[in-house]
Structure formats: structure tokens, C-alpha cells
């Protein structure tokens, strides 16, 4: 009898402790899921708040080109030397797009500098940073400070609810951040496919979609169901196609190749360009500023910003001076390479339109905003080499689901022409540069 209660005791003990641990794994779970939802609901409305004022801050800035048109000139220059200043002394992680310090968060090995580049803190001062170059005629977008953002407010709220931080929590914070910056919310998800994840899980996968969902759905409820660059329903013929569609790739795919290549050979540790700029950053970024504000001025404002309102224009068979894309682009070089903070995602768009918009001269008998559509493909593709996400948000921005055949096409060859130029994927080689930071407690502030 004794050996027959000493079992019983033991099951009990065993069934209490099996009972327990199924209580804490529901616990988790629930933790877990009131965290991306609350996470995904706060990052959706901090995305459109951000829109807005990002918007009212170029909007403030042309007022004042209005009114004081060579301003710039001076202006300009100077915002761009203290905002790299401010950056590097106080936020060096806050620097550039944001889209490489989360892959990078992702990838890290040590927490102290993964959870340092999606703190909310950091966060905080990526948004004020953007916005005060979006105020001074920037060529940079939000979507790539919006994607840090969004992933840092997703993990603070996970770690306040005590749920462990995994790489599938940054990539549903970044992933839904591309969902409601551009109110694409299959971009969020093909975003997080090809390019915050490495290796895609099914857990990761229910994770990202639910979050895209709750981040769009908000954005939708608030702002309505626009389009962002207005929508284009033209098509293009097949014979047009086949000639169009191999012409855009390979100019895109050079163009966005060469960028990627600048970008990445000029910020490389060991790169004769970065010597220069190490030694006066500062003023480097100056020199930045005057390029910016002297290509403003001669294209009468339609490189400063995003260059949003050319972009439409142009999707929407408008007018834009052949200058405008070569103009945008040495822009957004000099404003990346600036080292400040801010995103190359629109102004890749706009260059890509630009591009387009020289293209269509060689076929003035074509639909013009189908024409600049595969430009913008080609060379977004170029740059951050994603076919599948480039090709997801431009007939998500667009309404073009017409010209995904097209697109799929420009955007394949884009991307191999681009391999050619620049090996490595421009988001992940510029991420290795925050992997190879100290953890924040042992860095010393930059000069």
C-alpha cells in the first residue's frame, strides 16, 4: 500500500506540475498576443502621425522657398551639418534609413546593441531627425524610419508585457510600419519575406500577418482607403513589353546598382571616400546640404523631399522636366551619404519615375504613366534588390494590377543587372556596419 501511495502522491505532483506549466505557456500566449496587438495599433496611428507632420514639414519648407527663394542655400547646408552632428554625438543609431539597424537588431548576437537600435529612445530621435530634414528640402523618405520605429515600439510593448524578444517580433514591428507607411499592408508582408527575414517560419508568418493586419486596418480606419501615388490603370501591350521591359531593367538595374555600390564602397570601414568624411563629418554633410539646395533650386523644387508630388504626377501621365530624375538622384546620394537620418524607399520611387519619364520618349504611342511605372520597378529593384516587395508596393501604391506581368518582368531583370554592379544587397551590407558597433554602454560618442 505504501509503494501504491507513494505512485498516487507522485502523479499528483507531476499532473500539478504539468498543469502549471500549461497555465504559464497560455499565459504567454495571451501576453504575446495582447502585445502585437496593442503593439500593431499604437505603431499604425505613430505611422500616420509621422506622415502628417513629415507632410506639414515640407510643406513649411516650401512656403518658406516661396517667400525667400535662394534660402535654401544657406539654410539648407547648415541644418544638414547639424543634424549629422547631433547624430553622430547623440544618435548614431538613429542614422540613415532605419531598415538596416533592424535587420541588424535581428541578426545581433548581443542583446545590449540589438534592443539599443529599436529603442523607443532611439526611435524618438529618428523621428524628430527625419522630420527636421524633411524641413530643410531633404531628398529622404519616412518608410525606412517608420520600419525602426515600428519595430521598436513593437518590442518595447513586448517587453513591457514581460514576452521574449525573438526576431519574429522585429520583423512583424518592421513589416507592419511598411503596411501602414504606404497603406499597403501585402507590401508589409512580401517586405518581411524578402527582406527582414533570413529564414521564414510559420510562427513568423501568423506574427507578421496579424500585425500587418491590425497596422493597416488602423490606418485605414483613420486615413480611408487612398492610394498613395494615386492610381494608374493603364496596360501595356505585349509587343511594347517585351521591348520596354528589358530596356527599364537594365537602366534601372545599373542606375540602382551603381547607387548601392557608392553607397556602400563610400560607408565601408576600411574605404578611402570614408577618411574625409571621418575627419569632418560635419562639414562634409555641409557640402551635402549646398548640392541638395542647388539642385532644388534649379529644378524649381522638385527634388527637395520625397518627391512625392513629381512621382504622382508623373504615375498620373503628367509633365516633369527630363532633369528630373538624374537630379534626384545625385540628391538622394548626397543626402545618404550625408550620413543623416532619413529613407531612400520614396526618393528610390521618384528616381524610378524619373527614369521612366525618360523612357517614355521612346514610346510616345504608349500609355505614359505605364511607361514610368516599370521605371520606377527597374530602379527600385536596383537599389534594394526585393523584385517581389518592389513589385507588391508599386501595384499596391498604384492600383495598377494590370502591369503586374510587366512589372514581374522588369523587376527580375533589374535585379540581375544589379547583382552585377553592386554583390551585396545594399540594406544588408549597410546592416553589417551596426553589427560591427560595441554595445552602447562601451562606444564612445563620435566626433
Known sequence: MRAADRIRRRLRVLWRRRAQRHATAQLSLVRRRIATVVGAVLLGLVALAFAAVSDGAHELFVALVA????????????????????????APDAAGSGIPQVIAAGRSKNSAVALH?????????????????????????????TVQVSAGIMVAMHRMLRVPITAGVLIAGGAAGVAAAFNTPLAGVAFAIEELAAAYEQRVAVLVMGAVMIAGLVS??????????????????????????????????????????????????????????????????????????????????ATWGTGYAATRALVEGGEQSLWFGPAKLVATLATTLSGAPGGIFAPSLAIGAGLGNLLK????????????????????????????????????????????????ATALIADFVSAQVSRERLYSGLARRFLDTPAPAAAAPPG
Not at 536596383?382 to 501604391?397: H, K, L
Open 67 to 90: 517667400r525667400w527663394p535662394l534660402a535654401p542655400l544657406f539654410v539648407t547646408p547648415g541644418v544638414f551639418g547639424l543634424v549629422v552632428w547631433v547624430t553622430r554625438r547623440w
Open 117 to 145: 537600435l529599436v529603442s523607443l529612445a532611439t526611435a524618438a530621435k529618428k523621428l524628430v531627425l527625419t522630420v527636421v530634414m524633411l524641413l530643410v528640402g531633404g531628398s529622404v523618405g519616412r518608410e525606412g524610419p
Open 220 to 301: 485605414l480606419g483613420v486615413a480611408g482607403d487612398y492610394v498613395y501615388f494615386g492610381a494608374m490603370h493603364a496596360t501595356l501591350p505585349l509587343a511594347t513589353v517585351l521591348l520596354l521591359a528589358p530596356l527599364a531593367g537594365v537602366l534601372g538595374g545599373l542606375a540602382g546598382g551603381a547607387f548601392s555600390r557608392i553607397v556602400l564602397r563610400a560607408t565601408a570601414p576600411g574605404s578611402a571616400l570614408l577618411r574625409p568624411i571621418r575627419a569632418r563629418p560635419a562639414l562634409f554633410a555641409v557640402g551635402c546640404g549646398l548640392v541638395v539646395a542647388v539642385l532644388g533650386i534649379v529644378t524649381s523644387g
Open 361 to 408: 520618349t521612346l514610346f510616345p504611342g504608349e500609355p505614359a504613366g505605364a511607361v514610368v511605372l516599370l521605371g520606377m520597378t527597374a530602379y527600385f529593384v536596383g537599389v534594394i534588390r526585393a523584385p517581389f516587395t518592389a513589385v507588391i508596393i508599386i501595384s499596391e501604391i498604384t492600383a495598377s494590377r494590370g502591369m503586374i506581368l510587366p512589372m514581374f
